[in-house]
């Protein structure tokens, strides 16, 4: 998974998959749903995301991995 901020449009994506999106969706004002050709959920977009999401903080929990906060 991967999450990319774009300051200058100030939208998030959060890449859920490395297969290409064929179809997308809005599902609330700003939020965007995008689909591979299976209809498999691959992206999610979030536009005004500085005012929807909390992005100074970032916490990864019950992953195969250690918890970790990473703190902009």
Same mark, same amino acid.
């Given at each position: 998974?991967? $999450?990319t901020y774009y300051p200058d449009t100030d939208s998030l994506y959060i890449d859920l998959s490395e297969q290409?999106?064929?179809?997308?969706?809005?599902?609330?004002?700003?939020?965007v $749903?995008?689909?591979?050709?299976?209809g498999n959920l691959v992206g999610i977009d979030i536009?005004?995301?500085s005012k929807k999401v909390q992005l100074k903080e970032l916490t990864l929990s019950k992953l195969?991995?250690?918890?970790?906060?990473?703190?902009a």
């Open positions: 998974m991967k $999450l290409p999106s064929v179809e997308s969706q809005e599902i609330s004002e700003g939020i $749903l995008d689909y591979d050709a299976r536009d005004n995301a195969p991995t250690e918890i970790q906060t990473i703190v």
